[in-house]
């Protein structure tokens, strides 16, 4: 009698563990019950087709009917089938053959090992309606702003934990170079994609995306989140610049002044978020000429010659705009090819001082005594010959070419030492 009754506690105890399941409804609940016992006496009697499975979750018993049809005695075949005489007139005495027979069966009498494998299979169900439920949750929402709390941070990533409890995975290449995590830290970030492989879903986030940057701008600007202002392209170098281009869609709203706030108000508190990532804001155009000057500001350019087929673009700008369009690292000319989706390429335009000189030698000519992807760095940093980089002062070189200082005095050297030459000569 005892171990009937541990029997019976350890199948409420069953049904109490799933009513927790908070990602389960009610009918679900039902639904998975009955196919779970269906499943255990399958097992045992080879089919579950003769039985009524009727769960009860909220008193936590279960009602199980074995049906098997009356035959004469000594004539049963398939004992989980048919019943014979005078078993069915023990159960009721006016049974006759040919009727069926519905038997009420207390499951917790079908011993321990039957409920262990209820609790089984009903975890291994369980664990697959969790999956099912994230899964349907996340996979519509790629492109929104999530809030999670830090669980765990590893080398690679970062584990946050939803509202719900639910994983949320944010790689290490998808952080902002300044991020820094601790465990209960809140984080914001973009749900950057969902995979459900093996049905075992994973939510990636991303705070590099410019779908995270796009989120955060609708949130703080309210022109955008009413559609009057349109995000039309972003291009990011996470932590350190960003370029947007906007346009409006009402002539009294200036789309540049209306994102930017006064005094860069409305972009603070998004520039805080992205550890300090300085914001470029331009007006949009269709015209790709325009939009290559637009993208290169502050950076005044001369001249432009654009290749729609090919994607390309030849800027030429005065020697004290080079740096500015470059930008620092850069930067600026990275992003401007970013948005603008052309590769630009950027030329010196000669002034007269150097139009008055009377010669000059392309960098082309001193391959044998400078490495050739010093002569590389220089052309793509704007320059063409020799007199254009020593008119240039040497921090100024070294940061548009991206080269050492040592490099550059290197370089300087030779080029003086060429012309000295030239000059001794005339």
Known sequence: M???????????????????????????????????????????????????????PNKGDCEIYHNRVVV????????????????????????????????????????????????????????????????????DRVGEIVSGEVYQVWKSEAMLVDDEGNELILPKSQQIPGDFFRKGD???????????????????????????????????????????????KIARIPGERAKIAVESYDDRITPVGAVVGVKGSRVHGIVRELRNENLDVLNYTANPSLFIQRALAPATISNIEVDEENKTAQVSLKPKEISLAIGKGGLNIKLACMITGYQIEVFREADDELDNQASDVYLEEFTDEIDEWVIEALKQAG????????????????????????????????????????????
Do not use: C, W
Request: charged residues 35%.
């Open 2 to 56: 005892a171990k009937k009754n541990e029997e019976t506690v350890s199948l409420i105890e069953t049904f109490a563990e799933f009513k927790e399941t908070k990602s389960i409804d009610y009918a679900t609940m039902v639904s998975v019950l009955e196919e779970s016992f269906r499943s255990v006496i399958a097992k045992m009697y080879g089919s579950d087709e003769n039985y009524d499975v009727i769960v009860n």
């Open 72 to 139: 004469a005695d000594g004539e049963v075949q398939d004992s989980n089938k048919e019943i014979a005489l005078s078993e069915a007139q023990k159960i009721a005495d006016d049974y006759e053959v040919g009727e069926e027979v519905s038997e009420r069966i207390d499951f917790s009498t079908f011993g321990r090992r039957a409920i262990l494998n209820l609790r089984q299979t009903l975890a291994s169900r369980i664990l697959e309606l969790e999956h099912d439920a994230l899964y349907n949750k996340y996979k």
């Open 186 to 232: 809140i984080v914001r970030a973009v749900i950057f994609k969902v995979d459900n492989a093996n049905n075992n879903p994973k939510i990636y986030l991303s705070r590099t995306a410019p779908e995270f940057l796009q989120r955060l701008l609708e949130a703080e600007v309210p022109e955008i989140n009413d559609g009057l202002i349109s995000v039309r």
């Open 383 to 426: 320059y063409k010959s020799a007199r254009q980089v020593m008119a240039v002062p040497r921090e100024v070189l070294a940061e548009e070419a991206d080269l050492e200082l040592d490099t550059v005095d290197e370089v300087l050297k030779v080029f003086h030492s060429e012309f000295e030459e030239e000059d001794e000569e005339e």
